[in-house]
């Protein structure tokens, strides 16, 4: 008897602790983005939610583009484009802006126009 009331002591005390375990995981760490080859004529786009207490947004990232060309847009949440860039192809640009977090869904796209290459662009907090 004594031993089953310790084994059901010890395993709620494991439950309990391992379900309360803090994991230290940052959020702002998080991204929202494309890597991934570039197609002619392909399109994405992804949207990032912003609450009250994100003071920033962050455009970070690399494109490169052997031919052709491509279009890229940031859109914040009340429809207003806040970086607009068309690049075209042999060029490799690396992007690193900053923008001033309003709340809402931000939206991150690109177009391709006939273009080949590789995207790792992301959007972040």
């Known amino acids: 008897m004594k031993t089953k009331f310790y084994f059901i002591l010890a395993v709620s005390a494991f439950l309990t602790f391992s379900c309360t375990k803090h994991w230290d995981y940052d959020f702002e760490d998080l991204k929202y983005g494309f890597n991934s080859e570039i197609h002619p004529y392909s399109n994405e786009f992804i949207l990032m939610k912003v609450n009250d207490n994100t003071t920033e947004v962050k455009l970070k990232g690399k494109v490169e583009i052997s ?4 279009e890229i847009e940031v859109i914040q949440p009340d429809g207003t484009i806040v970086f607009e860039k068309e690049m075209t192809e ?16 931000w939206k991150l796209k690109y177009e391709s126009n006939g273009s080949q290459g590789f995207i790792d662009l992301y959007l972040n907090q």
């Open 90 to 105: 042999n060029v490799g640009t690396e992007l690193n802006k900053t923008f001033r977090a309003q709340k809402g869904y």
């Open 67 to 70: 031919c052709g060309s491509i």
